[in-house]
């Protein structure tokens, strides 16, 4: 049985001369910090009556409530065959490691096959294929390779700033930019969607503080890369991620990717219009890109993603900044873990 909680908080804000309407009815997310609050909320004059609607399970939280690649398995999907591009980087690893849980068709496209073994193990054919190829190499795409795939997911991705990993011409312009063009120009019409995963910050690589971030050029090739996507005529939906936590898992098997967990860090909040700033796990990443495959309206759209301890969103009811109004907010502790219906409802939440 559930317990339904009612506080409330009171906080200063500056009475609006002219208060902003909704119309009855109609909810609206405010994202502005990644946590529904307006950055300019101090100094603010007068009383603001808030009412947050919590709900919370009497039992105690098993740890099959966390989220976790084992919480929940999908039906067979055999009509699928999806294409994992940077299948062994730190998200691509989880992407992977979830579609082989919910028995969905994969074919990775890797420089390095024997890194799927030591990864994934010996995986039925049926269930899971390996090619060999490099983006950054517009002769390794044959046409072969996407024969009967029916979605992409692209997690590839280098450092910010100069590392071993740059070694081989790893570039962030080689692999984010270069990469992302050969990929997509060689990807056939005929897709469902490809879902590539970016950054947070793609829009204001030269404001600061992404500026700092974009000084070897990294979210600009990114924006590049993003942008030569939606111009492509494909359906698209690009996932910008925060900063990255939780993993990479490089040096585990897959019975230790598929007991991942992102923590205390379970709640997910989706923005669009590049305005959040903050971190999100891998697993949080890797499972949108699976849920938006098959969410319809995402198509054609851009979302930022980040993931929080607690406090998932907040609707706001009526007028947004006036005295004496009720906010009501919505608390999923838990987060979506791999549950459809909410990743669908986070998404047609999601607001600039």
């Known amino acids: 049985m559930a317990t339904k909680l009612s506080l409330t908080f009171r906080f200063p804000v500056e009475k609006s001369p002219k208060p902003r309407k909704s119309k009855p009815g109609v909810p609206q997310l405010n ?43 999908i039906p067979p999907s055999s009509s699928k065959l999806v294409l994992v591009v940077g299948a062994t980087g730190g998200v691509g690893q989880l992407v992977v490691a979830s579609l082989l849980n919910r028995n969905i068709k994969s074919r990775l496209l890797l420089r390095d096959p024997e890194k799927a073994i030591s990864l994934f193990g010996n995986q039925d054919e049926e269930k899971l294929q390996v090619v060999k190829g490099d983006t950054r190499n517009p002769a390794d795409l044959d046409p072969s390779i996407f024969e009967g795939v029916t979605h992409v997911i692209c997690c ?121 700033v903050g971190e999100v796990s891998r697993l949080v990443v890797a499972e949108a890109c699976i849920q938006a495959m098959d969410i319809e309206f995402t198509e054609g759209k851009i979302y930022e993603i980040n993931s929080v301890e607690k406090l998932l969103s907040i609707f706001l009811v009526d007028k947004l900044v006036c005295q004496n109004e009720d906010i009501e907010f919505t608390w999923q502790g838990e987060g979506p873990g791999t549950d459809p219906e909410k990743w669908e409802e986070l998404f047609k939440t999601a607001r600039a």
């Open 156 to 276: 590839t991705g280098t450092t910010a700033f100069p590392s071993k990993r740059w070694d081989g011409d790893n570039t962030p312009e080689r692999v984010d930019w270069e990469g992302i063009r050969n990929l997509v120009s060689a990807l056939p019409s005929s897709l469902k969607r490809v879902v590539l995963v970016s950054s947070v910050g793609v829009t204001k690589f030269n404001e600061l503080p992404w500026s700092i971030m974009n000084l070897f050029g990294v979210l600009k090739y990114k924006k590049k890369g993003e942008d030569f996507l939606c111009e492509s005529g494909l359906p698209f939906t690009i996932i910008r991620a925060g900063r990255l936590t939780d993993g990479p898992y490089t040096s585990y098997d897959l019975n230790t990717l598929l007991k991942a967990t992102a923590g205390q860090r379970r709640a997910v909040v989706i923005g669009q219009g590049d305005n959040l």
């Open 31 to 73: 994202c502005c910090n990644g946590y529904g609050f307006s950055k300019n909320n101090s100094g603010f004059r007068g009383q603001l009556s808030m009412k947050v609607n919590a709900v919370q399970d009497e039992a105690i939280q098993s740890s099959n409530s966390e989220t976790t690649l084992l919480s929940q398995t």
